[in-house]
């Protein structure tokens, strides 16, 4: 069976829904600044989570089926999980992540204790799960480096890497670097392209599911521009 699972922030536009659902055609899609769903598509497909103004986290799982896991996070940070059904012996749990800049400068350690709390969760009523953590993280592990002269963490910090170390050590693999072993752009800052390179959006996965990824691609094209400022990661998982 294969499964492609796509994360991508919206940026807001209507027209990006189109396009997911056209060119894309996914099965599970983890989405971040979506808007309301047009009329004309079946509401009953997706869950979400408004995290701020009209800005929603989105979760999408087409003709599977999928149930809201309702977790206490403390802090609000725009974080949403399901757990799906994807066939009779198959479950898999997603979080989809959404960088609240609303939480600057305390963003990276927010999302890792909510990472964890939600880990928690699911974890305590089935140890084995298979679990897919993706999403528009606004964080890139270069910013602790510097490399634009944009400040973003103190000299010798690591706050931005420690995030991202942190889902490693709860025994993830990410799914971008299986091929992309450098780092690849999915942010485009409608101010300076060049000076913001940023690879915003990740995608990781449990060993199971890390195993069977057979492809991963960062789309880019004209149309995509026109609807958002973000590239979506697109992911072939054969079960």
């Known amino acids: ?36 769903l047009p009329s004309d598509y079946d509401t009953n497909l997706i869950i979400n989570k408004l995290v701020k103004q009209n800005l929603r986290n989105t979760i999408y799982t087409g003709n599977l089926n999928q149930q809201l896991i309702e977790i206490d996070d403390q802090y609000e940070i725009g974080l ?22 609303s939480f600057v400068g305390i963003l990276a350690p927010k999302i890792a204790e909510s990472v964890s709390i939600y880990l928690e969760t699911i974890r305590k009523s089935n140890s084995d799960a298979n679990i897919i953590i993706a999403g528009d993280f606004n964080m890139d592990r270069r910013m602790d480096e510097n490399p634009t002269k ?48 940023w690879e915003l959006d990740h995608m990781f996965a449990t060993k199971k599911l890390y195993d069977s990824l057979q492809k991963v691609e960062v789309y880019f094209n004209n149309e995509i521009e026109k609807v958002s400022d973000h590239n979506p990661i697109v992911a072939d998982f054969k079960l």
Not at 2 to 19: E, G, P, Q, R
Not at 80 to 101: A, H, R
């Open 1 to 36: 069976m294969k499964l492609k699972v796509i994360s991508w922030n919206l940026h807001n536009k209507i027209d990006a829904w189109n396009y997911l659902f056209n060119e894309l055609n996914p099965d599970i899609c983890l989405l971040q600044e979506s808007p309301q």
């Open 150 to 197: 944009t400040r973003f963490s103190k000299k010798g910090e690591r706050v931005h890497n420690e995030i991202f170390d942190s889902i490693i050590d709860f025994g993830f693999k990410d799914c971008v670097r299986k091929f992309y072993p450098d780092f690849i752009q999915t942010y485009r800052h409608y101010r300076n392209r060049e000076n913001y390179p």
């Open 80 to 101: 949403l999980s399901s757990k799906v059904t994807v066939k009779e012996d198959l479950e898999i749990f997603l979080i989809s992540i959404y960088g609240n800049l």
